[in-house]
């Protein structure tokens, strides 16, 4: 079997999860008696401390002699986490099973983006292609998990991510190819993993292309956590709500697997520059309640205001790391794009939304706007010339 079509299907195993957890987590924390600002706080603890679990697992990841072990076994502990999670229902248990498994699973992503970057540029193949798998599994899971939550209850949901989460660990132990960590010279104990963190930390270009970055895709978080509420208060049934993720993750499926010229002509730096931009616009509109007619052609900017931004993000990260930072890089990269960063947003979305409704997009707004700041500083930067 080719690697990007295992790869694409490690993708595919971890993204079906996701397309039922962030639809709909919210809708069962909800279910189980939690307010706005609850939902938000359980939320976004793992977010928060993204920055120091992130970090974290990325040099206890470089301890192993091959880079899919630590994925297997990540993948198998935000199972047992799932499973645990199912059995509660006071507040203080639901954010501390919630912890657990969401640190787990975000360093997921990053790890095996590092194997996708480094296999497409040994054999030839575009990041999309295995990656746009992984979009299109979300896309089939938020439009058929939202047909069963609507029909059914949404405890399918969780059910759903518990299955995929085993089918990560099995994707990741038995497709993942056998490449070695963290590479050429890496210290046994750790102390190279260490080296690299501090080398990044310290590095005042990678924190800005990344915090940047950060702030851009952070803008989400109102609507990761409360879109599915917000429409539901407009009157749009679960299965619209699937439906309308579905079509933003379509149109990232094409932009990965379709604009790859457009991306090399663009650059990192231009990409960040549109997402930025297409945030601003997008998350401003949303924040006026527009008719499902609008809602479409919004969401299509998904394409820019998420996908642009993750690629600039990740070949940001690539090119201002090296080799014995790679893991680090990514992410660091993740846990303040899906970290600290979000986790503020989205802690900050609870009350929002319990106060203002869909106003709270105004916030999101702004932050895009931050972002959008810092991607035209880089220009200025003699070390991304070119």
Request: proline share 6%; hydrophobic share 55%; glycine share 12%.
């Amino acid at each position: 079997m080719p690697t990007a079509l295992r790869l694409g299907l490690v993708y595919a195993a971890l993204y079906v999860g996701n397309g039922a957890s962030t639809p709909f987590m919210p809708v069962w924390l909800s279910e189980r008696g939690l307010t706005g600002a609850q939902v938000g706080l359980v939320l976004s603890l793992p977010m928060l401390l993204q920055i120091v679990t992130s970090p974290a697992l990325a040099v206890w990841a470089d301890r192993f002699r091959l880079r899919r072990t630590p994925i297997a076994w990540l993948a198998a502990g935000t199972c047992a986490a799932y499973l645990a999670l199912s059995g509660l229902h006071n507040l203080a248990g639901l954010a501390a099973a919630w912890l657990l498994a969401a640190s787990l699973y975000l360093a997921l992503p990053p790890l095996i983006d590092v194997i996708t970057l480094d296999r497409a540029a040994r054999e030839g193949f575009t990041y999309g292609l295995p990656r746009g798998l992984g979009s299109l599994a979300y896309i089939a899971a938020a439009a058929l998990v939202g047909g069963l939550v609507t029909a059914v209850s949404v405890d399918i949901a969780l059910g759903w991510m518990i299955l995929a989460a085993v089918l990560t660990a099995l994707g990741a132990r038995f497709l993942l190819p056998p490449d070695p960590a963290p590479g050429p010279g890496a210290a046994a104990d750790g102390q190279g993993g260490l080296a690299g963190l501090k080398t990044l930390v310290r590095d005042p270009v990678f924190l800005l292309a990344v915090g940047s970055a950060g702030l851009i895709q952070s803008a989400h978080a109102f609507y990761y956590a409360f879109s599915a509420l917000a429409w539901k208060a407009q009157g749009l049934p679960e299965n619209l709500t699937g439906l309308l993720w579905g079509v933003g993750v379509a149109v990232e499926v094409v932009f990965l697997w379709f604009g790859a010229g457009l991306q090399r002509r663009l650059g990192a730096k231009n990409l960040l520059v549109i997402g930025g931009a297409a945030g601003v616009l997008r998350w401003t509109l949303l924040a006026f309640a527009p008719p499902l007619w609008a809602l479409v052609p919004l969401q299509a900017l998904h394409a820019l205001t998420y996908t642009a931004v993750f690629l600039a993000s990740i070949q940001l990260a690539a090119r201002l790391s090296g080799p014995q930072t790679a893991s680090a890089a990514q992410l660091i990269n993740a846990a303040l794009q899906g970290g600290v960063l979000c986790g503020l947003a989205t802690l900050a979305s609870g009350p929002l939304f319990d106060a203002v409704g869909a106003k709270g997009y105004l916030a999101m707004a702004v932050m895009a706007a931050a972002g959008l700041a810092g991607a035209f500083a880089l220009y200025r930067l003699p070390r991304l010339k070119g």
